[in-house]
């Protein structure tokens, strides 16, 4: 446990930096457009090729990391085969996307069409979907390319790879911006995701493993892949299914509803996605080869004590978060062309938004295990139920009476429901059990420092706010973290102990 603790944690440092880089090109954004049709326009064309990178590409990854290691799969055969369905599909998919440019435009933009959105708004839409959309190629191959060095535990460099990404789309949108306007962000989306899969490409060279080709020559492997691509493609892509919907019913509201949930969602997702990525990118290969190994204990200590992290990390994120939405909203966003009415707009989405991030990141790690069993229908069925059923139900139920606020009630209602399917079901069908639902106490002691935490930052949110927003953010996080740390170690949280101990030892041995 200890050495997968420390990958996961040198996957997250480099993943806290390539996921800044990507936060800070939502905040320029903000910067230059703030919650105007043209921030509206470069979110809209941006979502068709990031939903596919990461549902479709995610999918695939998935499936390639479970087939390469079983012992029947002839893996230099297979790393042909699924390179080709990879390559075909991705690419068919982006010509039928593109076709479909102007239904796709009118289904994201109903509301503002009809209401009056000018020609010039509807082409800036257009041409940034042409310039992003060809970029889902390069990305759905760079997240197969990915899978593949995590097979052979070269997490760190799949991670380097969405650092470039991040750095370069940052770096061309911006410098282009100031010569060409918004249209640089389609520009540079496109560029970055080829530098990037290229990147990917020598990586993997470099480790003279097997050759990547063409080939469509079938097998019971290429076969195996493309049962299990469909049911992960749904099961697994719960977040980005919510991130579509929630544009769709954004398009349906007032100027700046895309662009808010989309601020909102990014600072939401943001600490949670770093957790996460890291986690679930170290994960996956590793309960492959458990399950293979039939080393059940360990994958029931791994999915324990992975939520019980999950949990002391993100819910004392979730309680600032959410007390500190405002301030949040104010600190990251709120320059240049992102004024007070963006903030009023942002930061009540927001405030809704946090108190999913937990289920969102569980829900996530749950269904790893679930497709390290072969079992790929479960979290479909509940993901399905959940996104298309329970989220749409509450939108349609709250939008008229909360507008954009619905869309976050929507997702935390739908995930915590979500959340409670999966655990009882991986409870009763494989027997394995979240943390608090074992007779071990430390996984208890969690609770007091939450209670605890949740009182002092209300209390500090609403007297201790300052004229300058910076001063009111500095003094929460100062009041955050003393809080956070003393509690733990009182309550004798053992993560932490173990923590501290390691720092003693380490400490002593410098000493001597």
């Known amino acids: 446990m200890n050495k997968f603790i420390k990958i996961v944690g040198a996957v997250a440092i480099i993943n806290v930096v390539a996921r800044l880089f990507g936060f800070f090109r939502e905040m320029i954004i903000g910067f230059q457009y703030g919650s105007s049709y043209i921030a509206d326009s470069i979110f809209t064309a941006y979502m068709i090729p990031n939903f596919l990178y990461l549902v479709m590409g995610g999918a695939f990854t998935t499936a390639v990391i479970s087939i390469y290691n079983r012992e029947t799969t002839n893996q230099a055969l297979f790393v042909k085969q699924s390179f080709t369905i990879v390559l075909t599909t991705v690419f068919l998919m982006t010509i039928v996307m593109l076709l479909l440019t102007n239904p796709i435009m009118e289904l994201f933009n109903k509301e503002k069409i009809t209401s009056g959105m000018s020609d010039g708004d509807i082409n800036l839409t ?61 520009i540079s989306a496109l560029a970055s995701a080829v530098l990037m899969v290229y990147f990917l490409i020598i990586g993997y060279r ?9 080939t469509f020559e079938r097998s019971l492997s290429s076969k195996q892949l493309w049962i299990m691509v469909m049911p992960i493609m749904l099961g697994g892509a719960t977040i980005q299914l919510y991130a579509l919907l929630q544009r769709f019913f954004a398009g349906m509201l007032s100027e700046g509803a895309i662009a808010s949930v989309n601020y909102a969602s990014k600072l939401m997702q943001f600490p949670q996605a770093i957790l996460i990525t890291a986690v679930t990118t170290v994960i996956y290969p590793i309960l492959s080869m458990k399950e293979a190994s039939h080393d059940q204990a360990s994958i029931k200590s ?4 992975g939520l019980h992290y999950l949990l ?29 009415k963006s903030t009023a707009i942002t930061s009540p989405v927001l405030a809704i938004f946090v108190l ?23 979290p479909v069925v509940f993901s399905l139920f959940n996104v298309f059923g329970v989220n749409i139900a509450v939108i349609m139920l709250l939008v008229d009476n909360l507008g954009a606020e619905a869309i976050a009630w929507g997702t935390l209602i739908s995930a915590v429901l979500n959340f409670v399917m999966l655990v009882i079901y991986a409870n009763y069908k494989y027997n394995l059990k979240m943390g608090i639902f ?33 001063l009111t953010f500095l003094t929460g996080v ?10 733990y170690f009182v309550f004798g949280i053992r993560e932490v102990q173990d923590y501290l101990l390691k720092l003693q030892k380490k400490a002593w041995k410098k000493m001597n």
């Open 478 to 487: 100062a009041i955050f973290s003393v809080t956070l740390s003393a509690t």
């Open 438 to 470: 074992t007779k071990e106490i430390q996984f208890f002691r969690a609770i007091p420092p939450m209670i605890i935490i949740t009182i002092v930052l209300f209390f500090s949110s609403k007297y201790l706010v300052f004229d300058y927003k910076w």
């Open 356 to 378: 999913s991030m937990y289920f969102l990141a569980a829900n996530t790690y749950i269904t790893r295990f679930y497709y390290a069993k072969g079992d790929s229908i479960a």
């Open 206 to 214: 470099r480790l003279k493993a097997f050759p990547v080709g063409i």
């Open 312 to 340: 002391l990390l993100l819910v004392p994120v979730t309680i600032f978060s959410y007390f500190y939405s405002t301030n949040l909203v104010q600190v990251i966003f709120q320059y240049g062309n992102f004024d007070d």
């Open 302 to 305: 791994l999915y324990s004590k």
């Open 126 to 186: 257009k041409h940034l979907y042409y310039w992003m959309m060809p970029s889902s190629i390069f990305l759905v191959l760079s997240s197969w390319y990915s899978g593949l060095l995590n097979v052979h535990e070269k997490f760190h460099l799949s991670s380097f790879a969405i650092l470039i990404y991040n750095v370069i789309f940052l770096v061309i949108a911006v410098a282009m911006s100031y010569i060409v306007g918004p249209i640089a962000y389609g």
